[in-house]
Nanobody, 114 residues
Framework: QVQLVESGGGSVQPGESLSLSCVVS????????MAWYRQAPGKQREVVAK???????NYADSMKGRYTISRDNYKNTVPLRMNRLNPEDTSVYYC????????WGQGTQVTVSS
C-alpha cells in the first residue's frame, strides 16, 4: 500500500548538507520519471528536482548548483543531495512519480537554522 518512503531529513546549520532518499515501490521503476517536492507551512507544494527515466534531470532555479537528484534503478531509490543549505530550504520534502502522482508519502522534515 505504501509506495513512497522518504528519509534522511534532519536539522542542520546554514551551509551544511543533507542526503535524502526515496524508496519507490512500483513496478517498472526503470521506466518511471520521478521528482522531489517540498512544502513549507503556508506555502504550496513545489517541485524542486526532476529526473527522467533515462537519467536526465532538471531543477528549480533556487536549487540549481546546490541540489543533485539521481536514481538507482537497481535499488528503486531516488537520492537527493542538498548542499549549502539555507533557512529557505526548511520544508517537508516528498518524492513522487511524474507526471501521474501516486498517493503522497509522509515526507521527511528538513530544518535549516542557526
Amino acid at each position: 500500500q505504501v509506495q513512497l518512503v522518504e528519509s534522511g531529513g534532519g536539522s542542520v546549520q546554514p551551509g551544511e548538507s543533507l542526503s535524502l532518499s526515496c524508496v519507490v515501490s512500483v513496478p517498472f521503476f526503470i521506466m518511471q520519471s520521478m521528482a522531489w517536492y517540498r512544502q513549507a507551512p503556508g506555502k504550496q507544494r513545489e517541485v524542486v528536482a526532476k529526473i527522467f527515466s533515462g537519467g536526465p534531470s532538471n531543477y528549480a532555479d533556487s536549487m540549481k548548483g546546490r541540489y543533485t537528484i539521481s536514481r538507482d534503478n537497481y535499488k528503486n531509490t531516488v537520492p537527493l543531495r542538498m548542499n549549502r543549505l539555507n533557512p529557505e530550504d526548511t520544508s517537508v520534502y516528498y518524492c513522487n512519480c511524474r507526471p501521474k502522482l501516486l498517493d503522497w508519502g509522509q515526507g521527511t522534515q528538513v530544518t535549516v537554522s542557526s
